[in-house]
């Protein structure tokens, strides 16, 4: 069975950081592209961050730049999302997800596997 289970999530306060992690099982993690997503009331589904198979190629989405961080941990199976200054639009439910295949994955539909999500909230 895949599981994608995230954990990290919580109330922040504005400029505060938190690390989200995800640990996955049920696959062959070292065979998968990595990203998180996130969703806020309202607004469809957008790609925060992705990484390749090997840990060596990420991206970000130009509104996180220089404030979150990607990362993967091959014997935990576990990828990280590291969110440095918080902002109140940050607020959203973020959904570890997995993609088949090795490069980097930006589309909502180049991941086969998505977990429950994980609520942050920013206040301001």
């Known amino acids: 069975q895949v599981l994608l289970v995230e954990s990290g999530g919580g109330l922040v306060t504005t400029g505060g950081s938190l690390r989200l992690s995800c640990a996955a099982s049920?696959?062959?993690?070292?065979?998968?592209?990595m990203g998180w997503f996130r969703q806020a009331p309202g607004k469809e589904r957008e790609l925060v961050a992705a990484i390749d198979w090997s840990g060596g190629n990420e991206y970000v989405v130009e509104s996180v730049k220089g404030r979150f961080t990607i990362s993967r941990d091959h014997p935990k199976n576990t990828v990280y999302l590291q969110m440095n200054t918080l902002k109140p639009e940050g607020r959203a439910v973020y959904y570890c997800?997995?993609?088949?295949?090795?490069?980097?994955?930006?589309?909502?539909?180049?991941?086969?596997?998505w977990g429950q999500g994980t609520q942050v909230t920013v206040s301001s």
């Open positions: 997800t997995a993609a088949e295949g090795t490069g980097l994955r930006l589309r909502p539909r180049d991941y086969t596997f």
């Open positions: 049920g696959f062959s993690f070292g065979y998968f592209a």
